[in-house]
């Protein structure tokens, strides 16, 4: 029980995460001119790298609600006072989520038209899937609200639909989409996608290129994004 409660409850924080590391890669290219930038630019990157690793880290105040939430569900079932601190996990956890989603589609959509040489299809892709699955943090914020006096009784039949059509439908979808396509090409994340927050490793991997006269790409770990 405690599993399959982590799974639904944190399937749809994975990947809203998962987008915002794809939106890191997007931007970070912009800037490399292996990947098609015009000129090399340092200062952009830096604040690119810093700014989507903070905000990946933010996720944290949705994962870790929801994590402890998830794994309380059993004894909260039969504790009034576990089950109110587990209502306020999950209450938060999806609320910042939700916040967290908004913040990703107007990024997304302000750096499709704002960055210099940006890949724009990306950019509407990326706002399109956290889109997709922003109905789960809403639903879960609805759902969150209603009470009962029996949490053994079964869900009716309308119920259950709505759980599967508005809940986990959405979450299949993305999953098809990130699982299902070559997401490593369209948005040429490399093995890892963009990790590196120092120079200092790309000027080393040019230095070994510039002395072997070989390509970036040929250079073992070159890619970082």
């Not at 979808?173 to 948005?187: K, Q, Y």
Request: glycine share 6%; charged share 20%.
């Amino acid at each position: 029980m405690k599993y399959a409660q982590a799974t639904v409850g944190l399937g749809f924080i994975g990947i809203s995460s998962d987008a915002t590391k794809l939106l890191r890669c997007v931007l970070v290219h912009t800037t490399l001119p292996e990947y098609g930038a015009s000129r090399d630019r340092r200062t952009a990157r830096r604040c690119y790298r810093y700014f989507c690793c903070i905000f990946e880290f933010a996720f944290l105040a949705s994962t870790v609600p929801g994590t402890v939430a998830s794994y309380g569900y059993s004894s909260a079932r039969s504790d009034q006072a576990k089950a109110d601190r587990n209502l306020r996990l999950l209450n938060v956890s999806a609320s910042v989520v939700l916040a967290f989603q908004v913040v990703t589609i107007i990024v997304s959509m302000l750096a499709a038209y704002k960055v210099k040489e940006i890949n724009r299809i990306r950019c509407f892709e990326l706002a399109a899937l956290t889109l997709l699955v922003m109905p789960v943090p809403i639903y879960r914020l609805c759902v969150l609200q209603i009470r009962t006096i029996n949490v053994f009784e079964p869900l009716s039949p309308s119920a259950r639909a709505i759980f599967y059509i508005v809940h986990l439908v959405p979450e299949w979808l993305c999953a098809s989409v990130l699982l299902g396509t070559n997401v490593r090409a369209r948005f040429c994340t490399g093995r890892w996608g963009d990790y590196e927050l120092r120079e200092s490793l790309r000027d080393k991997r040019l230095e070994k290129v510039a002395e072997n006269g070989i390509s970036l790409g040929e250079v073992d770990g070159s890619k970082a994004v």
